[in-house]
């Protein structure tokens, strides 16, 4: 290999959130990445405007906890309404999350990321290169190869790297060269956003997060999130079928369209602009050394505001895995594990983006009226379950059926150790964390056990709600009962959870958390993962 050619551990084709973030959470695990982005600078419009209460928790994980507040809002109740203003369904995503904090928060997409961007430009392990564009992604056994041209002089680099990450938009330039196709889930349409900014002191009578599913023209009003103090406001407008979308791209109709919801002397637009809605999902996420994220991997309507939320998980999931491979706690078998926990997810989500947007994209009078009547009637069927993981390092019984509650999102709040007290991760760090109810469950765990935990650098925590004497024993003080609640909702004494927040398994009695724990070693040994100091501790054979 020619010393000429840098190396790195990681490189990142494209610089928006995605990329932003797992540029971060490589950086705190001490990673040298480069992030190769064709534009010098970032885009300054809105695209997405939420993240739910799980994406909070992981950006307030990577150090952005205090910095949030400032930049997003809680969301309120997202309500769907037919021609008449009659409801026809609503999502509370106003009410308390199981990650604490309301369901949705919504953002203003430039203002967030230049937190993010900040907050990456301080990590100097971390190189960005703005203005090249990636041109040719190739790979041998033992490491990645990327060549890029610069978008203002021609000249081409050449970088190597342990790992190549895409996450480079949907015409994902790593996504062709790991010979992924996609599958088109067949949902297309083409809806005009316009994002507001009020003028001061500009109030209206606007419902604060509603689907207005007026066949006459499908109409969608959310926040688009605050800067500085001010509120936006977004609206969409579905493209009617007699319609171009070049009829649609002129400002004045955009004022047209706005007209019955605010005038031109009452508020600014920041941008209006068509596009097209559609549901996409690619069939391969990792080849060798290369893997996609994002966009590159999944593309969803806007209904249920996953698209950068998606994404976001794509690296949470995806960090901690590189982290013991890149530490050399494990082989890249574990990586293996990445699109069977992420696409099924995506899948779930996508449906449930379709299954909304099926329910406002309907032009036709008639058709409207029975999409009416079904909901008044109760004969339409319910939106599909927020997803859980289904597949891959989770718990299984002998028949190898993912054990419940595995696979489920693990509850968060804020709880009290000693004189500290604030948000469970702040107080317990990330990283595997095996939560009990009670001491039963510590002092049962045995030697090979507790040494297999900590060459993992996972944790050992035992929550309880009973203030000064649960202190007193050195149990955390579960002080929203987020813990006791959920564990007594599913039965669990003692449940084990995944760096990304997720269950690995869960058991009903202290007696069996070393078969708990024993199953963990043994689903990561089946994907590569290596621990000498639990190696040490196995039983001698007599």
């Not at 910095?67 to 509370?92: C, M, Q, T």
């Not at 996504?175 to 083409?190: C, H, K, L, P």
């Not at 028949?399 to 500290?420: E, I, K, M, Q």
């Not at 007290?421 to 109810?437: A, E, Y």
């Amino acid at each position: 290999m020619s010393s000429s050619i840098p190396f790195y551990d990681v490189v990142q084709i494209g610089y928006g959130p995605v990329s932003e973030i797992m540029a971060l959470s490589l950086a705190r695990q001490g990673r040298r990445v480069a992030v190769f982005e064709r534009w010098s600078e970032r885009y300054p419009l809105p695209r997405a405007v939420c993240i739910d209460h799980e994406l909070y928790r992981v950006l307030s994980a990577l150090g952005m906890g205090r910095d949030l507040p400032a930049v997003s809002h809680a969301g309120p109740a997202y309500r769907w309404f037919n021609a008449e203003w009659k409801e026809l369904l609503s999502i509370d995503w106003a009410s308390e999350s199981i990650s604490g904090g309301p369901e949705v928060n919504f953002v203003h997409q430039p203002t967030l990321e230049k937190m993010f961007e900040e907050v990456v430009q301080a990590c100097p392990n971390v190189e960005l290169n703005l203005g090249w564009e990636a041109i040719e992604a190739t790979q041998t056994a033992d490491h990645a190869q990327l060549v890029v041209r610069s978008t203002a002089s021609g000249e081409t680099r050449t970088v190597r790297c342990k790992y190549l990450i895409g996450a480079d938009g949907a015409n994902s330039l790593v996504r062709q060269a790991i010979g992924s196709t996609q599958e088109d889930r067949g949902f297309e349409a083409d809806w005009l956003v316009i994002d507001v900014l009020p003028n001061e002191g500009v109030t209206r009578d606007v419902p604060p997060a509603a689907q207005y599913c007026n066949p006459a023209r499908p109409t969608t009003i959310v926040p688009a999130g605050v800067k500085d103090g001010r509120y936006f406001r977004r609206w969409e407008f579905m493209r009617l079928p007699h319609e171009t979308r070049d009829d649609l791209e002129h400002e004045h109709v955009a004022w047209e369209l706005l007209a019955p919801w605010v005038r031109r002397d009452q508020a600014t637009i920041v941008r209006h602009k068509v596009y097209t809605f559609r549901s996409l999902l690619a069939d391969t996420w990792r080849k060798g050394r290369m893997l996609i994220a994002g966009d590159a991997a999944h593309v969803m309507p806007p209904f249920m505001g996953q698209g950068m939320c998606a994404g976001l998980r794509d690296d949470w999931n995806l960090a901690w895995k590189l982290d013991l491979v890149l530490d050399g706690k494990a082989d890249d078998a574990l990586l293996d594990t990445y699109q069977p926990e992420r696409r099924p997810h995506v899948s779930d989500v996508i449906d449930l983006s379709m299954y909304l947007g099926r329910v406002i994209c309907i032009p036709d009078a008639d058709q409207a009226a029975e999409r009416d009547a079904a909901f008044f009637s109760g004969k339409a069927l319910p939106p599909p379950a927020f997803p859980s993981l289904t597949d891959g390092i989770l718990r299984r019984g002998d028949d190898g059926a993912v054990l419940a509650p595995a696979g489920l999102l693990a509850p968060h709040g804020h709880v009290r150790a000693g004189g500290r007290q604030g948000r469970f991760d702040d107080i317990v760090g990330l990283g595997f964390v095996l939560v009990s109810r009670s001491g039963a469950a510590e002092a049962a765990l045995g030697a090979r056990q507790r040494a297999f935990l900590d060459a993992l650098g996972g944790q050992r925590v035992v929550v309880a709600p009973d203030g000064e004497a649960a202190e007193s024993a050195g149990a955390l003080v579960d002080l929203d009962r987020k813990f006791t609640a959920y564990m007594t909702q599913h039965g669990i004494d003692t449940m084990l959870v995944r760096p990304d927040f997720y269950l690995y398994g869960a058991v009903a009695t202290p007696g069996e958390v070393n078969r708990l724990v024993d199953d963990l070693a043994a689903d990561l040994a089946r994907h590569g993962v290596r621990l000498a100091a639990a190696r040490e501790q196995e039983p001698v054979a007599a």
